[in-house]
């Protein structure tokens, strides 16, 4: 659905230039990135289980982000940390691409330092769809939770994130890591 | 300590123990049976540790500086050009945009207000003010709402453009007439019977000027003194930019007239339907099964007082209720969120992520009626109807 709106955008003439950002904003928004960056493609990579991917997935929530919003906003980091999951979750929930993907990855054709030996492609292959799979099963809540929680975010950043009590947040991870294990034996 | 603490907190004292009270980490030590149910969630976690770790980033640290080079090609914005003349006029006028945003929350709430009476059946002729990235609940009592005047107890509202509505029968008609490359949902819920019709509006403006004596005179009917008044507030005005927008129905309930706008059928086949008679959602018994909206995000513009001023004059007013004020200064950041009224008694309202879009979901699990509004990408989306809040979050969901 982004994509289709971002190509309405673009066919409504809307320019970038409109949302574009004063200098001081824009320093404002590079220090958000380069604080934020690394904890953004944490996010995505326990969710998909691929940095390149993941690197990706940030510069789509980085550049969403930067279109829509201002970068002193409090809400920023908790923003872009949600929206990381949120479009990690997307990716791996979206079979063509995926499918694509695992196409490319079997004919060696990604730029990885692992493709010269196809045994380990294949057990990084199978380890990648072990995460890909579980996040795939899991409620959205409890996909999130463990995404948060696994890279590195405290219970209150966690709380932030998902917009819930920090009260609630051992509750939904402890649901989620009961259920991820029943998946996972199942 | 004889009660056992919470689950949650078992689980936390395992991740942050400093985090938990003292009291609560002591009987735990001495719990044979919170001791269990820890070992239980360690298991848990310990399998979920050893499924996510293949997410664990390698030993390569994340550098975000090339990662910021790809996003400045990318998006030329990020990079600070030195600005021209020409630029920093707009910047300037993009800044007063951003400060009457704020201001708009506050306008937004009184028009959306007014909103619910038009559903209600109260009043007929409103102007509603949009704001176009987030949407958040405020309780309203609508018992509280017997004397709430309108925006002419304030100041005088004028219409600059004044948009049109014409009715289509196909997406293409629909997406031809407004302009907008239109999104369509994926499977809908069995009752959702019947072809789609469209009504698009086109775009329209309209402007708010700010009247001292008119606010005194609401001060005067309410018993009440006007407060003192920020300079330059006097005689200001606010104006917004609206639409174009797309209602596309579903369901045998047509005559949806969500702007109470003349009707103006053209081209397209099949009579107007009567106007103004239903409300925003077409009355009681009038729900249509499906409503989809979507529009260009509105803009509302300012000609002078700063945002601190408009809200703090704006909330003082005679007529808005104390709880209302209070919730409105509570907002996070009022330049990105529109506040919608959710009257107490009628509705409840909760959050849901729509595609990655914060989205606020109105209704129930009880099928009379849901809605949900979120914005993506400059564009403002609706859908509502006689169906649960998980139906229509689903079909929002669903859109493409």
Redesign the interface.
């Known amino acids: 659905?982004?994509d289709?709106?971002?190509?309405?955008?673009i066919?409504?003439s809307?320019p970038?230039?409109?949302?574009?950002?004063?200098?001081s904003m824009?320093?404002v928004?590079?220090s958000l990135?380069?604080a934020e960056?690394?904890r953004v493609?944490?996010i995505a990579?326990?969710?998909?289980?691929d940095?390149a991917e993941a690197?990706d997935v940030?510069?789509e929530v980085?550049?969403?982000f930067?279109?829509?919003?201002?970068p002193a906003?409090?809400?920023a980091p908790a923003w872009l940390r949600r929206?990381a999951w949120?479009?990690a979750l997307?990716r791996v929930r979206g079979r063509r691409r995926r499918e694509r993907r695992e196409q490319l990855d079997a004919a060696g054709a990604r730029d990885d330092a692992w493709s010269s030996d196809p045994q380990r492609i294949a057990e990084r292959n199978y380890?990648?769809e072990?995460?890909r799979s579980?996040m795939r099963k899991l409620p959205?809540r409890a996909a999130g939770v463990?995404?948060l929680?696994?890279?590195g975010l405290?219970?209150a950043e966690v709380a932030e994130a998902m917009?819930i009590g920090v009260?609630?947040?051992?509750?939904v991870?402890?649901r989620?890591?009961?259920r991820?294990?029943r998946e996972?034996?199942s | 300590m004889k009660r056992h603490p919470s689950r949650s907190v078992l689980r936390q004292m395992q991740d942050e123990p400093g985090a938990v009270a003292e009291q609560e980490r002591d009987h735990v030590a001495a719990c044979a049976t919170c001791q269990r149910r820890s070992e239980v969630m360690a298991t848990a976690a310990s399998a979920a540790a050893s499924v996510l770790d293949e997410g664990t980033l390698d030993g390569s640290a994340v550098d975000p500086l090339p990662a910021l080079r790809r996003l400045r090609s990318t998006e030329p914005g990020v990079v600070a050009p030195k600005p021209t003349l020409v630029d920093r006029l707009r910047r300037r006028i993009e800044f007063a945009h951003r400060r009457a945003l704020r201001a708009g929350a506050v306008l937004a709430v009184i028009a959306a207000t007014m909103g619910t009476l038009v559903a209600t059946g109260v009043a007929s002729d409103i102007i509603k003010i949009f704001q176009p990235e987030t949407f958040v609940a405020v309780t309203i009592d609508i018992t509280s709402l017997g004397t709430f005047p309108d925006l002419t107890g304030y100041g005088s509202v004028k219409v600059l453009q004044t948009p049109h509505v014409t009715t289509a029968t196909s997406l293409a008609g629909a997406a031809s007439a407004s302009g907008l490359h239109l999104l369509v949902p994926g499977k809908l819920p069995s009752e959702v019977k019947g072809q789609p019709e469209f009504d698009v509006m086109s775009a329209g403006s309209a402007s708010f000027t700010f009247s001292r004596t008119a606010a005194s005179g609401t001060a005067d009917k309410l018993g009440t003194t006007l407060p003192a008044l920020p300079g330059g507030l006097d005689g200001s005005s606010l104006t917004l930019n609206a639409g174009p927008v797309v209602v596309e129905t579903v369901g045998s309930q047509r005559s949806l007239d969500p702007f109470s706008l003349p009707s103006t059928p053209t081209s397209t086949s099949g009579p107007a339907e009567p106007k103004g008679s239903h409300g925003l959602l077409g009355g009681l018994g009038g729900i249509p099964q499906l409503v989809i909206v979507q529009m260009k995000a509105p803009v509302l513009y300012s000609d002078g007082p700063s945002v601190v001023q408009y809200e703090d004059a704006l909330l003082s007013m005679p007529g808005i209720p104390p709880s209302l004020a209070s919730q409105l200064k509570a907002l996070g950041d009022p330049s990105s969120t529109l506040p919608i009224p959710i009257p107490t008694s009628l509705a409840s309202a909760h959050s849901a992520d729509i595609n990655g879009a914060p989205g606020l979901v109105i209704g129930d699990t009880t099928g009379i009626a849901s809605g949900v509004i979120w914005q993506s990408h400059g564009l403002v989306f609706a859908v509502a109807g006689s169906l649960t809040d998980r139906q229509v979050v689903a079909i929002a969901r669903s859109m493409r």
């Open positions: 659905m982004l289709r709106a971002m190509e309405a955008q066919a409504m809307v970038v230039s409109d949302v574009s950002m004063p200098p824009v320093q928004f590079e990135f380069v960056y690394a493609v944490g990579n326990r969710v998909l289980a940095r690197e940030a510069q980085f550049l969403d930067h279109r829509h919003h201002s906003a409090p809400y929206a949120h479009r997307n380890d990648r072990r995460v579980a959205p463990l995404a929680r696994y890279s405290s219970y917009g009260g609630q947040v051992g509750t991870l402890r989620a890591e009961a991820l294990k996972v034996e």
